[in-house]
């Protein structure tokens, strides 16, 4: 065996530097779960429940025909359709049709985004204490290191090269006020460091009203080393469709779009086409909206009754709950009634007394839990 065959042999696999997958470790409480003669409520994942709107799945079926490659920039609809509804729906102003990109989901674009961006060996990556846990992924997968702070005193003087926000949060729910955001950009930008704000959860406000990194509240107008992420996985209710965008810094998404050109990452074109129908149109949004503020109605009290601390939660699509007690004994607990949530260690290990509990379940499932709790 050749040095260079041995050498392969010897490397080790891309594999090795990732944690478990969390979600594998729920199966023997998502067992009991299942087992209770009411039939699994499962409120561990932020999945979507209810249907497409009818809209959007005859603008899908209606581009079906199309034989020829997506356009990885997106069709110009599509472009137009995301700049509209960022200024609609969150007061995003100053975009063009060069700072928007659509991707395929928004977790494919968190998990490679330090790879797009040319991060590696030597970089550093800042991430939430308590967070969704691709960015630790997606910084592992570039080889750069990555930490763990909510603060920017925590960074003492050290320079990271790409810094994430995530407001409202998960899995916590909490929403950063304005003047935190505004003193993220302005530190950010007199260092030189890339602000990736994920912004998945900004149109499902309950108890704050978050504001995007690029409302010009925060930014002043500026775009400049700031990249916003949305998903249509959460507003309508698209996660089976991998429907997501970036947008911000015109010459960054610009990069983005030259790298994911090469590597083929392109989002189908009955997709693009569904996105359009979804972004075009407020009223199936709002809709979703409302359901989810129904059942957060419900769930929220009940889960309070029976023990509980909510703590922040004010936005978003979970409830962040305590009963005192260690993470994985109140997964057990609530998995004996049938409930099957994530353990706050799943997103660092402040959550460790903590878990999180989703609204994404029909209404017929949030009330037998509800019932349940009871």
Known sequence: MSDQVAGRARREPVS????????????????????????????????PVDPVAPLIQQALAAAGFEPGYPTTAGTPALRTAIIGSLARRYGITGLTDHAVLPVIGTKELIAWLPTLLGLGAGDLVVVPELAYPTYDVGARLAGATVLSADSLTQLGPQRPALLYLNSPANPTGKVLPLD????????????????????CYLGLAWDAEPLSVLHPDVCDGDHTGLLAIHSLSKTSSLAGYRAGFVAGDAALVGELLAVRKHAGMMVPTPVQAAMVAALDDDEHEAAQRQRYARRRDLLLPAIQAAGFTVEHSEAGLYLWASRGDSCRDTVDWLAQRGILVAPGEFYGPRGARHVRIALTATDERIAAAVQRLA
Not at 17 to 37: C, G, K, M, Y
Request: proline share 6%; charged share 25%; glycine share 10%.
């Open 16 to 47: 090795a530097r990732l944690p478990v997958f969390p979600w594998d470790t729920l199966a023997e409480a998502a067992a009991t779960a299942r087992a209770h003669p009411g039939g699994i409520v499962d409120l561990s994942v932020g999945t």
């Open 180 to 199: 935190h955001l505004r003193k993220v950009v302005g530190w950010a930008r007199d260092r030189g460091v890339i602000v990736a704000s994920d912004e």
